[in-house]
């Protein structure tokens, strides 16, 4: 992984993303969505006493013991406001909790996924570019742009065209956030703190959509 020019510091929050090498789509199909998700609920944590391999062939009874001994007993490598899941690249912002929590988490969610795509499509070499980005949050309305922009790219994309659908959609924390799922891992509270109720939220969501696609849009003509 290449050297960053700035370092990740504890108890800072970043915005955190990667591509795929060539823009290749990974993230499309229920099988890796939810071995991501898997992945990052796991790596999330800290000094835990089983390979990832090891728990990811547990059955569900088992799993779910697992993750009611290490929510219990176990302290995160970082916390995780948001993410989302692009077909060819991914959005977390989250906080060093501990010193080079960022970096060993992401080293591990990019290698588990490489290893799990490539086995899945017989396929070599790297899956994810060299070197993720990490860009530090200043203050507190660059905080709640960045969640709320992270929750939308789905829709910005047009991944999904319903903003509804966006409620469930799983590659993205945004269900976490409204009660329709629980991954029992996104820390919600310092989003939620901005906003008077889980409506404001949501509203406060949705109000930057058009605005959104518009400059993916652009962005894409000029790159083009």
């Given at each position: ?18 591509k795929t090498v060539g823009s290749e789509k990974i993230f499309v199909s229920k099988r890796l969505l939810d071995r991501a998700i898997e992945t ?29 001994n290490t929510i219990e007993n176990n302290t995160k490598r970082i916390s995780i406001f948001t993410f989302s899941l692009m077909p060819n690249h ?132 000029a790159i083009e």
């Amino acid at each position: 992984m290449a050297l960053r020019k700035e370092p990740i510091v504890k108890d800072e929050i970043y915005h955190i993303f990667n591509k795929t090498v060539g823009s290749e789509k990974i993230f499309v199909s229920k099988r890796l969505l939810d071995r991501a998700i898997e992945t990052i609920k796991f790596y999330a944590f800290d000094n835990l006493d089983m390979r990832y391999s090891h728990y990811a062939r547990l059955s569900s009874e088992d799993k779910n013991l697992f993750w009611e001994n290490t929510i219990e007993n176990n302290t995160k490598r970082i916390s995780i406001f948001t993410f989302s899941l692009m077909p060819n690249h991914f959005h977390f912002l989250a906080k060093e909790i501990k010193e080079k929590g960022i970096s060993s988490f992401i080293g591990n969610f990019q290698n588990s996924i490489a290893k799990f795509y490539n086995t899945r499509n017989k396929r070599l070499g790297a899956v994810f570019q060299s070197g993720f980005k990490a860009v530090r949050i200043e203050n507190d309305e660059q905080f709640v742009h960045v969640a709320r922009y992270i929750h939308l790219n789905p829709l910005t994309s047009f991944l999904i065209k319903n903003p509804e659908d966006l409620k469930t959609y799983p590659g993205t924390s945004f269900p976490d956030y409204l009660g329709t799922r629980d991954l029992k891992i996104i820390d919600k509270e310092f989003l939620l703190k901005f906003f008077p109720s889980i409506e404001k939220m949501v509203e406060f969501t949705f109000n930057q959509v058009d605005y959104q696609r518009k400059l993916a849009k652009i962005k894409a003509l000029a790159i083009e």
